[in-house]
């Protein structure tokens, strides 16, 4: 009778479970994206250092490039209460290479989970809450974000007071037990994964009404003594590299720099990004940014005669934003532009550029994000920019459609720098994208002095052939007007005075993408 029981027990779960099962309302999109271009993203042609007897190419990447990559999110719905989500990424996948699964055989582990979480919300309320890996966007307006717009673990909670006024609560988490002691550092505090978290915590308002809308917030970051040190290539972020000098934070194992002891330093932004669309068809958005991030302590710095400069690691910053547009028929004409602060010549005082955490921005599609690059190498690329120490204005007409199902966004931005000329004497590489060949290699914000410009021009056409599968065509060019006598000051303290030779950037890519 005991076994009897035993057996019909478990014959009642499995039932249960099976019930179960079938409420689940599974959901699945994704897309499918095929690319090839040709270009070269570089701005440095050649470089050359008094031990060498020639010029030597900056840039030996190849100028063809085939790619693709694929997106699957899987929901699982059980009500509208309680859902989950998994995200795969398969790629990115560069035709011919092996190491990310493009070569003969294509056999390698290639699928990466981009995003995995679940929504609930607390029964009888408006409370909502979503926790795992998401994507997270801190609130922008005109041009996308400048200091964070990625995937990270986190935990946000979403109240709506009224149909007018919500609130958003993020607690996130993007590094931490990363850190592996680096063998010349002499504080104690080096042992691996200590003190190596950072945490953010934010606040946001979204407000909305007929024909405005705001969403001011704010965030505080908690960031570990060894969050952004080590070999780690996630620690190669704008967040803390103040200079176009990797060797300012790479040098903080050395016996030149002095930690100012706190285990933890305070990190502060806050944003207030507005729409007006209440004269409609014209739409105007704006967006203002500050940035702060304490002092680590201070140390040495080259300079481009030897001689060696203090420096601190603090970093203050702000960034303004603005777009106005006005919708027609054929099109959507529109000018933008924006404005941050640069470092002045003085790095004992830190950096006056405002700090991000990986910032995307949008009013372009060559130096910025605008459109569907995607690869991470070649020409099928767009970079992810912060916007710190550069100001810029520009043109565009976006969805110009004179053919159904044809529609092409026409740009053209000019970009200056508000970075001291003065601190290219400080610089490891000129402009900071240089190709990492022969040494030559830079953090991942475009750094422009006073001295520099540069005069970007994008066109997007884009066929829509089936409902669920659309042609991506792009091309870009990038006139480079950088200073070429400011920036023979850069690198002549590590290699002996070395000379650089300008060139401009472009690329052309075609995406066939099929999306469900």
Not at 412 to 418: L, M, P, S
């Amino acid at each position: 009778m005991k076994r009897l029981m035993t057996l019909l027990l478990a014959a009642g779960l499995v039932f249960s479970a099976t019930t179960s099962a079938q409420a689940i309302d599974f959901k699945a999109k994704g897309q499918w994206l095929m690319g090839f271009g040709v270009g070269d993203g570089s701005f440095v042609n050649k470089t050359r250092d008094s031990s060498s007897a020639s010029k030597q190419k900056a840039n030996n990447n190849d100028k063809f490039t085939a790619a693709q990559r694929v997106r699957l999110q899987i929901d699982a719905v059980a009500s509208e209460n309680l859902s989950g989500t998994v995200y795969f990424e398969i790629g990115d996948t560069t035709w011919g290479n092996a190491e990310s699964g493009g070569a003969l055989g294509a056999d390698q582990t290639i699928v990466e989970v981009k995003n995995a979480y679940i929504d609930w919300a607390i029964p009888e309320t408006d409370l909502k809450v979503r926790m795992g890996i998401q994507a997270i966007a801190m609130p922008a307006a005109a041009g996308g974000s400048g200091i964070l717009d990625d995937d990270l673990a986190a935990v946000v909670v979403n109240y709506q007071f009224n149909e007018n006024i919500g609130l958003n609560v993020m607690w996130a988490r993007p590094y931490n037990d990363n850190y592996t002691a680096a063998s010349n550092d002499t504080s104690g505090n080096n042992k691996a994964n200590y003190l190596d978290n950072l945490d953010l915590i934010s606040v946001a308002l979204p407000m909305t009404f007929d024909g405005f809308t705001a969403t001011p917030w704010i965030m505080y970051g908690i960031v570990g003594q060894n969050a952004v040190r080590g070999s780690n290539s996630a620690y190669n972020s704008p967040f803390l590299a103040s200079y176009t000098d990797k060797r300012w934070h790479d040098g903080e194992d050395d016996a030149t720099f002095d930690r100012n002891g706190s285990a933890n330093t305070g990190a502060f932004w806050f944003g207030v990004p507005m729409t007006f669309t209440m004269m409609d068809p014209l739409n105007i958005e704006f967006d203002f940014n500050y940035g702060y991030l304490a002092s680590q302590g201070r140390g040495d710095i080259t300079k481009s005669n030897g001689d060696l400069k203090r420096f601190d690691t603090k970093r203050e910053g702000w960034l303004a934003k603005a777009l106005v547009e006005y919708k027609m028929d054929w099109g959507t004409p529109g000018i933008f532009g924006w404005y941050a602060s640069g470092d002045d010549s003085n790095p004992k005082n830190g950096s006056e550029r405002m700090p991000s955490i990986s910032a995307c921005g949008t009013f372009t599609s060559f130096m910025g994000d605008g459109n569907m690059g995607w690869a991470a190498d070649g020409s099928v690329y767009d970079r992810n920019l912060a916007y710190a120490g550069t100001w810029g204005i520009g043109l565009q007409v976006k969805d110009m459609s004179f053919v159904e199902n044809l529609s092409h966004t026409f740009r053209v931005a000019y970009w200056g720098g508000t970075n001291s000329p003065s601190m290219a004497k400080y610089a490891a590489t000129p402009w900071s994208w240089a190709s990492s060949a022969e040494g030559y290699s830079g953090d991942c914000d475009l750094y422009l002095t006073t001295n520099d410009s540069l005069l970007e021009f994008n066109l997007v056409n884009e066929y829509q052939m089936y409902e669920n599968f659309a042609i991506n065509l792009e091309l870009g060019y990038v006139v480079n007007f950088m200073d070429q006598d400011t920036w023979k000051k850069a690198d002549s303290g590590i290699n002996g005075g070395a000379t650089y030779e300008k060139k401009d950037a472009w690329k052309a890519q075609l995406i066939f993408a099929y999306s469900f």
